[in-house]
């Protein structure tokens, strides 16, 4: 039994006790405070930009993609744009952001971390860079959903809406998520080849290999569209495509320079050769235009600013201008001569998914090694403790590339055939002759009627 005078004693204990740990309250927060980095508002502010840059892309994309098509798919074609904003964007929240930066599951085929699941765990996180882990995820996010997108210019005008909603998911989970981890993430294994890992500073293998790949798949499983190549399909709007390059070119400085995640030298130097393989690209195939038609098109100069952009993409991080010059007017030589593979083969990529994309970033990942900065190859060197060639990184190179290229031609090919077995995939001959706005959606781009 107490006394009293234990019950005083044990009362001034606990006044110590507390006071104590009223005293110790500021070390503990100094402590907490410093156990991460602190918001640098300066890269935060950055990267929300390049955010909001790269998802005005996907608008871009589905105005440059609308006005190449018949008047009679316009808005069935920008849908297909504007679904993976949606179905992506849900779909990469809830597990997309896991299986690409989580820890490796399943051998190292994707990752898994429980936190990212809903993004639950990351309320609070704050990146070695200094941006809150929810930027960056959103960032990323914008990539998986372009890349979706991208493919849809390979079949556009023939494929049915709920077809290519439950292929796009579908690839989410089986092609992009693995190949981002693959990729991208700290212990994915393409990241971790050779001295330096497999360069791809912004998506030439996540984004535009695996895109162009995919689309050409499905584009030979699909077939032609119904009347190709024989009956004349014309662009219904030039003017909208010329405004949607325009918009990509401006978002594409979000895409390449965002992805340093940071906001200094890094930065400046992916803006830059962005910038200036872009214009290399629109003026090598303007020049190449005059020279074999006698005269420059429109759609030929947003051909070369798309070739130039997307070449540049996995090397915005390690050349300089005057590389950026060369693979840009590269880029719109092999893709101007690659097109017309198309006519001679005879299959119908509808608006030069694989012709631009593919082409252009597998010609991007392999001859940036012939224009690296040198301190890349010194830090390359320096990782190894001995000597790191240009050749030596090339076969890196194309080790991803080719991986790349056979992963997205076996898994792409499977889904697009497991989609046209459970919900159909192409279009019947009477709704693709009415057209995708009206059979589909009900509905018609610009008022009128019985317009091809």
Known sequence: MLNRKNIRMRSYGRWLIAAGAAALLPVASLWAAESQPAVDSGTTAWML???????LMVPGLAMFYGGLVRTKNVLGTMMHSFA????????WVVFGYSMSFGKNVFGGW?????????????????????????????????????????????????????????????????VYCPLCHWVWAEDGWIFNLGAG???????????????????????LYLGARRGYPKTAMHPNNLVMTLMGAGLLWV?????????????????ARALTVTQVAAAAGATAWLIIEAIHLGK???????????????????????????????????????????????????????????GIHGVAG???????????????????????????TVMQQFLIQFKAVGTTIVYTVVTSGIL?????????????????????DHALHGEHGYGLTNLN
């Open 110 to 174: 994707c990752g898994w971390n429980p936190d990212y699941f809903m993004l639950k765990g990351i309320d609070n996180v704050i990146l070695a860079a200094g941006v809150p882990e929810y930027v960056f995820a959103m960032f990323q996010g914008k990539f998986a959903i372009i890349t979706p997108a991208l493919i849809a210019g390979a079949f556009a005008e023939r494929v049915s809406f709920r077809g290519y909603c439950l292929y796009i998911a579908l690839w989410m989970v089986v």
């Open 251 to 267: 978002g594409w400085f979000g895409f390449n320079a965002g992805s340093a995640v940071s906001s200094g030298l890094a930065t």
């Open 416 to 436: 697009v055939v497991l989609v046209d077995k459970a919900v159909g995939f192409r279009l019947s001959e009477s709704d693709e002759k009415s057209g995708m």
């Open 49 to 55: 930009t390049s955010t909001a840059l790269v998802l």
């Open 84 to 91: 993976a904003m949606g179905i992506i964007g849900v779909l």
């Open 197 to 219: 890992g497999a360069i791809d500073f912004a998506g030439g293998t996540v984004v535009h290999i695996s895109a162009g790949v995919s689309g050409l798949v499905a584009a």
């Open 362 to 388: 597998i010609l991007g990942a392999l001859i940036l090694v012939f224009f690296i900065r040198d301190s890349w190859m010194h830090d390359a060197a320096a990782n190894v403790g001995g000597s790191w």
């Open 296 to 354: 420059a098109t429109t759609l030929g100069i947003v051909s070369g600013i798309l070739a130039g952009l997307v070449v540049i993409t996995p090397a915005a991080g390690v050349v300089k201008p005057a590389g950026a010059i060369a693979m840009g007017m590269a880029a719109s030589l092999v893709c101007y001569f690659g097109l017309t593979l198309k006519e001679r083969l005879g299959y119908d990529d509808s608006l030069d998914a694989f």
